[in-house]
């Protein structure tokens, strides 16, 4: 490309004429939209129904999109990640996720499926071996090193009976350690420390401080009770943290992408190294949809192609996913590194400007978030398309509640796209127009017959390969997250200065903040 790339004049034309039709008018005029704006994904135990019909777009538009996906080079991009070859363009690597869980050529080379499948026999091993002595597994990482194994195992924790405890720590705010290791006994729990360089700040600080509580609780043979896992294993050793068990994943997976990896061996520990197999199980069957189903039914390229048009042609800044299941309370902070840390680029990969890249991803829990921001949803002045999901067999012990469940998500989809009018509302003329609400607010819909461990990997394959396709229309590298690094050098200069070792060179505002938290500051 000579330049930035520029949407079509015909997209920009169908974008146009959607301001003067609404949903409402859409589904009057076609009694057909929402069984031809729909898709079924079998998935082994389960099935998905994907309905689009809320969107703000018809026939016409999903040509225009599938068409526009051609000339910006999906089919070849998704092909030559399969290849293994170096698409993450400013790393000069690969991109393998779908390696990990592939069993045939569709989704990845026999080369890439080998070195996956040695990473496998490691993690197969020391799930075997690790003493039954050990109850409770803290697993300790940061970003797509906590995130997905965390979202797993909350899901698994309503499916599958629980082998061992497990406890999450993220967060270098010393607090996050101390709860997980409260009332554990230090004899009887095992460390997983996850980090692809072996050199995450957070992730380091917090497993010295577990190695600290476990001396202090009396452990001599500290490396029993730590696992690590990183693309660096030569980096363990110095790293100051005692490690007897070293699993590896490879370089060309990113952490956010690393679900199916080795990095959720605490998901392994926790629920059964079956659990975790079915997990990667459901990601590869919908690894084996996005790359086998002819475009028009490919659920992951109609849902990445639905977001990009939203963000890129209508103008919506952010999107909501509102899981109808408790289970599923991390899937939107999941989502959020995936896709923001993924897309959120406002250069391409040739280093032109991007006008338009990765909405901001947010949400909550349905049904609390109807109480809690849904006011906004249907009644503010932005318009915020939104993902529902949700499954049909409860997970709890009442049927009926969970009925009532799935009933108000499918009511808010309703009165978002529909609305209701002055008129329809009644009663006093004066309070009309504050209970009226102006529908016309795009939703999809994503109903699981059940929520099995291959529905839950399926579902982050799903948005994965949305990730990945979006990343392809705004022309972005999905797969580098430079925007992160300058935080992180500031932060070891300022630790420096907070240990008495001055660096200089901050601007005025930092620098009274730091000298003013020195004065504040009370050694613990």
Known sequence: MSGARSVPTELSRLAESFGDISLRQMFARDANRAVALSRVVPLGDCQLLVDFSKQRLNAEV??????????????????????????NTTENRAVTHMAIRATGDTTASATLRADAQASEHELRDVVATLPSSITHVVSIGIG???LGPALVCDALAAMRPAQRTVRFVSNIDPLDLDRAVQGLTARHTVFVVCSKTFGTTETLSNARRAVTWLTSAGVRQLSDHFIAVTAHPERVAASGVPVGRVLTMPESVGGRFSVSSSVSVSVALGFGIDALLEVRDGMRLMDEHFVDAPLIDNVPVLHGLIGWWNATLLGDATVAVIPYSRVLALLPAYLQQLMMESNGKSIDADGHPVATASPVVWGGVGTNAQHAFFQLLHQGPQTVPC???????????????????????????????????PDEVGGDAKLRVHRATPGNRPSTTLLFSQLTPRAVGALIALYEHTTFVQGVMWGVNSFDQWGVELGKQLAAKLEQDMKGTPTGGHDTSTARLLDQHRQWRKPR
């Open 144 to 146: 797509g090193s906590d």
């Open 387 to 421: 993902d529902f999901v949700g499954h049909s067999t409860a997970l709890g012990s009442s049927s009926d509640d969970h009925d009532v469940l799935i009933a108000n998500m499918f009511a808010q989809s309703q009165a978002l796209a529909f609305g209701v009018t």
């Open 62 to 87: 999903v040509g225009a999109l599938l068409a526009y996906a051609n000339e910006c080079g999906l089919i070849q991009r998704r092909n030559d990640m399969v290849a293994g070859k170096a698409i």
